[in-house]
């Protein structure tokens, strides 16, 4: 069976034209699953009877279930999603005034092996496909609403930071990207969508080049490279250098300013030391900095600082001349660090 959200428009329309159906009935299905969230083809009421059943053998919408989900008291929801292959991933809708915030996964599992992640513990199992990550989103936006038989809530933004490594499964990334900023589909404006990535230049440099005007992060987390092979082992394929110049190529063929993320580590990546060779390495980039208070996993021996060394990490990259914040905690009661939810699910 194919899964609907991995077509894009043409393909579609060539589906229904291949069953003998003229050009607006691909309009129609369109509208349904892209304008009212529909999932089932028996709720397309304004098609006949029979294509509704003829689609439903052929197509599916939704190729996953909610296998799990917890709640946190700010709002914050996290699923886990199950595929047809007893595969599971995570996603998380965050709340925030008036914005709420996607963060979907790109791979089951990661192989980036990030010493303070819970995803990639078990190693990468496989990419997800283009549908498999938008669909996640349709997930956020019903179960978030209340659940199947409730409005659907308002998605503002999408970030593709969950699992995996967005820019190794580069193909299936940008076309979920295309998916969720056409008009068409989910339409949602290309600046309300991140793509975060531990840093591969020659993707990124791809990435700049794609008539996409989205946000770039970069999962930077340590100010030298002796320290970040450290923390992020798949590092040791680029160099900071290397990924900063790459970062700059975006940021002058997109004109967006990238982010750098930086999870604060207690007594491993939060000394004044390391603060001011951030600093030094922010100020070469038009960047802002993100810095993320640890959060603590189960089996991963790291902490967060306490709350002074955060904010005098802070400090003195704002004495430097950056532009820095520290991120909110969310959704701590919904497991909202990557892979907490799944791998409970498989009793890790």
């Given at each position: 069976?194919?899964?609907?959200?991995?077509?894009?428009?043409?393909?579609?329309?060539?589906?229904?034209?291949?069953?003998?159906?003229?050009?607006?009935?691909?309009?129609?299905?369109?509208?349904?699953?892209?304008?009212?969230?529909?999932?089932?083809?028996?709720?397309?009421?304004?098609?006949?009877?029979?294509?509704?059943?003829?689609?439903?053998?052929?197509?599916?919408?939704?190729?996953?279930?909610?296998?799990?989900?917890?709640?946190?008291?700010?709002?914050?929801?996290?699923?886990?999603?199950?595929?047809?292959?007893?595969?599971?991933?995570?996603?998380?809708?965050?709340?925030?005034?008036?914005?709420?915030?996607?963060?979907?996964?790109?791979?089951?599992?990661?192989?980036?092996?990030?010493?303070?992640?819970?995803?990639?513990?078990?190693?990468?199992?496989?990419?997800?496909?283009?549908?498999?990550?938008?669909?996640?989103?349709?997930?956020?936006?019903?179960?978030?609403?209340?659940?199947?038989?409730?409005?659907?809530?308002?998605?503002?933004?999408?970030?593709?930071?969950?699992?995996?490594?967005?820019?190794a499964n580069y193909e299936a990334v940008v076309a979920a990207v295309r998916a969720i900023v056409d008009p068409k589909?989910?339409?949602?404006?290309?600046?309300?969508?991140?793509?975060?990535?531990?840093?591969?230049?020659?993707?990124?440099?791809?990435?700049?080049?794609?008539?996409?005007?989205?946000?770039?992060?970069?999962?930077?987390?340590?100010?030298?490279?002796?320290?970040?092979?450290?923390?992020?082992?798949?590092?040791?394929?680029?160099?900071?250098?290397?990924?900063?110049?790459?970062?700059?190529?975006?940021?002058?063929?997109?004109?967006?300013?990238?982010?750098?993320?930086?999870?604060?580590?207690?007594?491993?990546?939060?000394?004044?030391?390391?603060?001011?060779?951030?600093a030094q390495l922010a100020a070469r980039l038009r960047c802002n900095v993100n810095l993320i208070r640890f959060n603590?996993?189960?089996?991963?021996?790291?902490?967060?600082?306490?709350?002074?060394?955060?904010?005098?990490?802070?400090?003195?990259?704002?004495?430097?001349?950056?532009?820095?914040?520290?991120?909110?905690?969310?959704?701590?009661?919904?497991?909202?660090?990557?892979?907490?939810?799944?791998?409970?699910?498989?009793?890790?």
């Open positions: 069976m194919k899964h609907l959200l991995d077509m894009p428009p043409s393909a579609l329309a060539a589906e229904l034209a291949g069953m003998g159906e003229p050009a607006y009935r691909a309009r129609q299905v369109a509208r349904w699953v892209w304008g009212e969230g529909a999932t089932d083809f028996a709720a397309m009421t304004d098609l006949p009877r029979g294509l509704r059943e003829r689609l439903a053998r052929r197509l599916c919408v939704l190729s996953g279930r909610v296998a799990g989900r917890t709640d946190a008291a700010d709002g914050t929801v996290k699923l886990l999603i199950a595929w047809g292959d007893r595969r599971h991933v995570e996603c998380v809708l965050i709340p925030q005034r008036r914005r709420a915030t996607a963060c979907v996964s790109v791979q089951v599992g990661c192989a980036m092996g990030c010493a303070f992640c819970a995803s990639g513990l078990g190693g990468l199992e496989r990419n997800l496909t283009a549908g498999e990550i938008v669909e996640q989103v349709l997930h956020l936006r019903r179960e978030a609403g209340g659940g199947e038989d409730a409005p659907a809530r308002a998605v503002t933004h999408v970030v593709l930071m969950g699992m995996g490594e967005p820019l589909r989910l339409g949602l404006s290309a600046r309300r969508v991140t793509v975060s990535t531990v840093g591969f230049p020659r993707q990124i440099r791809r990435l700049a080049r794609e008539d996409l005007p989205i946000n770039l992060a970069i999962s930077l987390h340590a100010p030298n490279d002796a320290l970040r092979r450290r923390l992020v082992p798949a590092a040791g394929r680029a160099t900071i250098a290397q990924i900063i110049a790459a970062a700059r190529e975006f940021f002058q063929a997109r004109k967006r300013e990238v982010t750098l993320e930086y999870v604060l580590l207690d007594g491993v990546n939060d000394s004044p030391a390391c603060a001011n060779e951030l603590p996993v189960p089996g991963v021996d790291f902490r967060p600082p306490p709350e002074r060394r955060v904010r005098g990490f802070r400090d003195r990259l704002r004495a430097a001349g950056i532009n820095v914040h520290i991120r909110a905690s969310r959704g701590a009661a919904a497991e909202a660090a990557c892979g907490q939810l799944r791998r409970r699910q498989a009793g890790a």
